[in-house]
């Protein structure tokens, strides 16, 4: 729980702070962000304690760099008794999966060989389940497919 705000920033070259007048909200809007010369900055207090937290990069939607991408599909979905992976694309390194159930439990593990590969799910339960794709040990698709006795 903060008791105050306050917003402002550093000068990168000299390091001198400047309040901003009047911004002294949760959520301060900066339209033009001059990450180039100024370290922007919110100054919080509770009680006695202050805080300076800095703020130099913008958050948001960076570009994706689609030269390193692939697609991921899921069929049947729903599924019974087996469910295929494919990737589609760039799949260049060691490619994984994870089935794990909506408790985030991993009930599944397995490394891809090749763009596809059919995953028996007799000894899964109906219901929802996410699959994890990694690449190189890091996650870049993150799936959902049904599990269902009807056919």
Known sequence: SVDTYQWGYDDKTTLDSTLISN?????YYIPVLDIAH??????????SCLQK??????????NVNTENSFDVKVY??????YLVIETIGNT??????????????????EILNGN???VGLTD???????????RDNIKTVTT?????NIR
């Open 76 to 81: 049947p979905n729903p599924a019974n008794d």
């Open 23 to 27: 911004e002294i909200n949760q959520n």
């Open 92 to 109: 260049a390194g060691v490619l994984s999966f994870n089935i794990i159930d909506l408790s985030g439990k991993t009930l599944k593990s």
């Open 53 to 62: 937290t800095y703020y130099n990069q913008p958050t948001g939607i960076n």
């Open 116 to 118: 596809k590969v059919s």
């Open 144 to 148: 959902k497919f049904l599990k269902s």
């Open 124 to 134: 899964l339960s109906n219901g929802m389940y996410l699959i994890e794709i990694y």
């Open 38 to 47: 100024k370290y922007y900055w919110v100054m919080t207090t509770s009680g």
